[in-house]
């Protein structure tokens, strides 16, 4: 005999079902209904646990990322002791027989190696009156935390060139500002830029872009903004995997370090291809491209570069605070390097600028740059102190060797020859990770076959910061629940006591 076993769904009811088609499918409709209640509560589960692991990791991605968005402008504090200084600086001496040149600047800030290459190679030829120009004339920062005294202010300069317009105007990335400081920007590029030769590097063709500069032409700009500029720009052709485009009158550059060979064809164009070559020798820059401009290999945003900038970004709260040491006569080239590898897409340390004295600094080209702080008490306040320049280790400043005395590491940045990237790049491999150092190179736009980097591997230290967290979220949740189910059992024990 055969025996058949209903499950309990089944046999529920099954009784009162046989004959009645209606009520056989109530109960069906009760049957689905159950099981779809129950993969509802198993998928809410799912997704509580989900939560409970991501909400953790979310909320330190989101403060670090806040910090880091901060950290990359931090407005300079203005006192009696910097408008002193910014009355010091007297801007160089105008040749009218010179083609001017200008950088500009906005209120907020620029990006420092777009607006610094850009000045050193220009200068180096000796070809051109150079100044850096803003909105307004006071102590403005660059990426990473160097306050830059602009030259002149744009009313200076256009009372110095008696109302024309530069020869040669350069426009860098520019931080988010509020919108009447861009458009003050904009404005006066429109008015008074848009007459001479422009050259905008990496995202400074957005400024260029939005102020109509650049409707109807070929441009580029880095590639990891293009997507967004396509978007936002369709007016304009732009154009992926090379370093600059000439478009005539306007010349744009791809991300960065492309600036070296943008800020060439200028010189190239107006001061003839042996002084463009003469200053690649110049500034070291090893990749010129003699009349055209150089391909780029196709860049694009990977797995690892996202988890790579997700951790740096948003898990290395203990990264180092690094003091950059200036001194009179430092490249421009040598001060990008020292802040820019560190604060462009990477958060690897803090740097902060520092003299011995608390005074501000002339540059090897005449540019004035103000410290945010001095070397008193520096062991208590910096894990490491960089020192760039070419002629630094030779110097021994004894305000750098009482530091180092005092325990703190000492790295002179260029003490070889070379150009001024490559050993802040051994070091940043050296001293982090080769993967941070490499996905930095790739958003410098700077070739790393032939550094030789070596260091730590991935970051595994760094990658478990989130799991752990999350893990610690669920802990959390889950510690909670149980609290949560005790005391109602509690409750429902008194209750029917």
């Not at 991605?61 to 968005?69: I, N, P, T």
């Not at 307004?136 to 109302?163: C, H, M, N």
């Not at 990658?463 to 893990?471: D, I, K, T, V």
């Amino acid at each position: 005999m055969t025996y058949i076993e209903l499950d309990h769904d089944t046999h529920e009811g099954g009784a009162d079902t046989i004959g009645d088609p209606a009520a056989a499918g109530r109960h069906h409709n009760a049957v689905t209904h159950g099981g779809g209640r129950r993969a509802g509560r198993r998928l809410g589960r799912g997704l509580a646990v989900l939560l409970a692991f991501l909400l953790v990791p979310g909320v330190v991605y989101a403060a670090g990322s806040l910090a880091y968005e901060r950290s990359q402008y931090g407005r300079p504090e203005l006192t009696a002791s910097t408008a002193a200084a910014v009355k010091a600086a007297t801007p160089p001496a105008h040749d009218p027989g010179k083609p001017t040149a200008v950088v500009v600047l906005g209120n907020a800030g620029a990006n420092i190696t777009d607006a610094l290459v850009s000045y050193e190679v220009l200068a180096t030829t000796e070809a051109f009156n150079l100044y850096t120009v803003a909105p307004e004339r006071r102590p403005l920062p660059l990426l990473g935390g160097l306050d830059l005294v602009p030259d002149l202010s744009f009313a200076q300069l256009e009372q110095r060139l008696g109302g024309a317009a530069p020869d040669v105007t350069v426009v860098p990335a520019m931080p988010d500002s509020d919108e009447a400081d861009y458009a003050m920007v904009t404005s006066w590029l429109r008015d008074t830029a848009s007459d001479g030769l422009l050259l905008t590097v990496c995202a400074g063709a957005r400024v260029a872009a939005e102020a109509g500069l650049l409707d109807g032409r070929a441009a580029t700009s880095h590639w990891y903004r293009l997507s967004g500029l396509e978007r936002d720009h369709p007016e304009v052709d732009w154009r992926h995997g090379i370093r600059y485009v000439d478009d005539g009158d306007v010349i744009t550059t791809g991300g960065l370090l492309s600036a070296v060979d943008g800020s060439l064809r200028v010189v190239e164009r107006l001061a003839g291809a042996d002084a463009a070559a003469e200053a690649a020798r110049a500034v070291g820059w090893r990749y010129y491209s003699r009349g055209t401009a150089a391909p780029l290999p196709p860049s694009e945003l990977t797995l690892t570069d996202a988890v790579l900038h997700t951790l740096n970004i948003g898990f290395r709260w203990d990264a180092p605070t690094m003091g950059v040491v200036l001194d009179d006569g430092v490249g421009e080239l040598e001060l990008a390097a020292a802040f820019d590898l560190y604060a462009e897409h990477s958060l690897a340390a803090r740097t902060v600028a520092v003299t011995p004295d608390g005074g501000g600094i002339r540059s090897r080209h005449g540019l004035t740059f103000l410290p945010r702080t001095d070397l008193a008490n520096a062991s208590d306040r910096f894990d490491r102190l960089l020192v760039p320049g070419a002629d630094a280790a030779a110097k021994h400043s004894p305000g750098v060797d009482a530091v180092r005395r005092a325990g703190v590491p000492v790295e002179y940045l260029q003490e070889r020859p070379g150009f001024a990237f490559d050993v802040a790049l051994r070091e940043m491999a050296r001293t982090m990770d080769v993967p941070t150092a490499r996905w930095t190179a790739k958003i410098m736009e700077y070739p790393t076959a032939e550094l030789g980097l070596s260091g730590p591997g991935w970051p595994w230290a760094l990658a478990l910061r989130p799991l752990l967290l999350g893990l610690g979220g669920l802990t959390v949740a889950f510690g909670a629940a149980w609290l949560v189910r005790r005391t109602r059992t509690r409750r429902s024990g008194d209750l029917s006591g």
